[in-house]
């Protein structure tokens, strides 16, 4: 695995936003659940402006991308984190869970605050994530999203 994890550009966010999407659609949502979450898959120049986002970049190819929010001093929320289909299950979501914890350390939070899709639950677990419970989703009323916290003091 030759991968190089970088920041973001703001001209990737396309690119960034059509892995968000297609990484999703992974788990066989219907055409209307894509459709109600498309909104919230989607990134901006000025996302990438406001928070810390990077890339997982395998010859110049976007293959994934995570993104934090700070919370506070002690926390930041992991906002976002995609593969491409075709690069799941080849180690590049663990190379980007482990510099988004790396990244939070070094910004001086003690825990990851993490929402995940319930398919990424098993992921978050082995990566270190306790689960905390679960939040509404942004893009589904009704429906709930796991909440994991890594502590980042080990």
Known sequence: MNVTIRR???YEAQRMSEVAFHSKAYWGYSPEFMAACRQELTYTPADLRANPFFV??????IVGFYGLTPLSPAEIELEALFVAPA??????????????????KKLGAVALIIQGDPHAS???????????????????????????????TQ
Do not use: C, M, N, W
């Not at 799941?88 to 990244?103: D, F, P, V």
């Open 122 to 152: 098993p992921f978050y677990r082995a990566a270190g994530g306790q689960p905390t419970g679960r939040r509404e989703s942004a893009s589904i009323p009704g429906r709930f999203l796991p909440t994991f916290v890594i502590q980042l």
């Open 56 to 61: 997982a970049d395998v010859d110049g190819i």
């Open 8 to 10: 973001a550009q703001e």
């Open 87 to 104: 690069y799941i299950g080849q180690g590049y979501g663990r190379a980007l869970i482990e510099h988004a914890k790396a990244t939070a």
